[in-house]
């Protein structure tokens, strides 16, 4: 069974200030790790996704997030953000040997304030 | 390119009722799965279907079922409402082979509000 711990429930930044949300997660098997954003009355996109290779990995919007296995982590990143990042950030694994039904953490709202 | 469709966008019903969410998949996808998000928590998956048959499903009691159409739509049925249906309920679709490599692609999801 797999389990995501996002250890902030909320994240208070000034707008081009840098930020930083995290996630850790807890499987037996290996796994693939995402993350998605929900915008207000909205679903989930994409931001990125883990699947191998690389432990840094790019997304969209300018967000990037670096897989640590000895820390069982992936920690959301992003240098500088803009009022348009105030959304709900929601960590996600699921295991690499069977279908992909992810498993969520609480999620982290990022609010940027002006 | 239309993404994942749901409907209706908002439903309102009393404990007891019955009801059925729609979704659509994404053109290209053949497997759609259910999430329920209860406010300030993060989405819990209630079951995937693919080639019309429920292949995994979540830690969620029988009131709540599924179906998928050949066109492989799929429906969110839930029976006898409790107060703790509440939810936003997200449909997600993906390409179907068997690994978790493939991203899902949600829906903007359907507010289900019981009184």
């Known amino acids: 069974a797999q389990s995501v711990t996002q250890l902030d429930s909320q994240v208070p930044v000034f707008e081009e200030a840098p930020v930083e949300l995290r996630c850790n997660y807890s499987s037996s098997v290996s796994v693939y790790l995402f993350w998605y954003v929900q915008y207000p009355n909205q679903g989930l996109q994409l931001l990125l996704k883990?699947?191998?290779?690389?432990?840094l990995v790019k997304g969209i919007n300018g967000f990037e997030a670096e897989f640590n296995k000895s820390q069982t982590s992936f920690h959301l990143r992003k240098p500088s953000v803009h009022i348009s990042d105030t959304a709900e950030y929601f960590c996600?694994?699921?295991?690499?040997?069977?279908?992909?039904?992810?498993?969520f953490g609480a999620g982290t709202r990022l609010a940027v304030h002006p | 390119d239309a993404g994942v469709t749901q409907s209706p966008t908002h439903l309102i019903k009393t404990r007891g009722q019955q009801v059925t969410l729609r979704c659509s998949p994404k053109?290209?996808?053949?497997?759609v799965s259910w999430y329920q998000q209860a406010l300030g928590q993060g989405p819990q998956f209630i079951f995937q279907y693919y080639e019309e048959e429920e292949r995994q499903r979540g830690n969620f009691p029988d009131r709540f079922s599924g179906h998928q159409f050949p066109n492989y739509s799929s429906e969110l049925n839930v029976n006898a409402l409790l107060l703790g249906d509440s939810a936003l309920y997200l449909c997600?679709?993906?390409?179907?082979?068997?690994?978790?490599?493939?991203?899902?692609?949600f829906g903007d999801g359907t507010r289900l509000s019981i009184l």
């Open positions: 997600a679709s993906s390409l179907g082979d068997g690994t978790g490599y493939q991203p899902q692609h």
């Open positions: 053109s290209g996808h053949d497997t």
């Open positions: 883990y699947l191998s290779g690389s432990t």
């Open positions: 996600a694994v699921s295991g690499t040997g069977g279908y992909n039904k992810l498993i």
